[in-house]
């Protein structure tokens, strides 16, 4: 089993920057890869980006690429998500997931991630 905590949201001003933080705990595996969705009111999950735990490569949703970076730092067991230039549709509840068998074919559905953490609050105003 995998547990995870995200942290880091809150209250940012058009144009600012926020960096989340996903801790993990518990069992990996070889092909461990985590990703980070976000969900709005009203609207369906979408997937922001994902990093490969091995090699850290990662990968971005189209809208994302040039705004947001995704990193890991493994002494920490911890995965980052830094936002920047955040616009007010960034506004959503934004959650960390882990994947054990990744594979790119599905890395941006939601439904083949294992775990999920409780999800952090993102509110950008304008």
């Known amino acids: 089993q995998v547990q995870l905590v995200e942290s880091g949201g809150g209250l940012v001003q058009a144009g600012g920057s926020l960096r989340l933080s996903c801790a993990a705990s518990g069992r990996t595996f070889s092909r461990y890869a985590m990703g980070w969705f976000r969900q709005a009111p009203g609207k369906e999950r979408e997937f922001v980006g994902a990093i490969t735990w091995s090699a850290g490569n990662t990968y971005y949703a189209d809208s994302m690429k040039g705004r947001f970076t995704i990193s890991r730092d493994t002494a920490k067991n911890t995965v980052y998500l830094q936002m920047n230039s955040l616009k007010p549709e960034d506004t959503a509840v934004y959650y960390c997931?882990?994947?054990?068998?990744?594979?790119?074919?599905?890395?941006?559905?939601?439904?083949?991630?294992?775990?999920w953490g409780q999800g952090t609050q993102v509110t950008v105003s304008s």
């Open positions: 997931a882990a994947d054990r068998h990744s594979a790119l074919r599905t890395i941006a559905q939601a439904s083949e991630y294992d775990y």
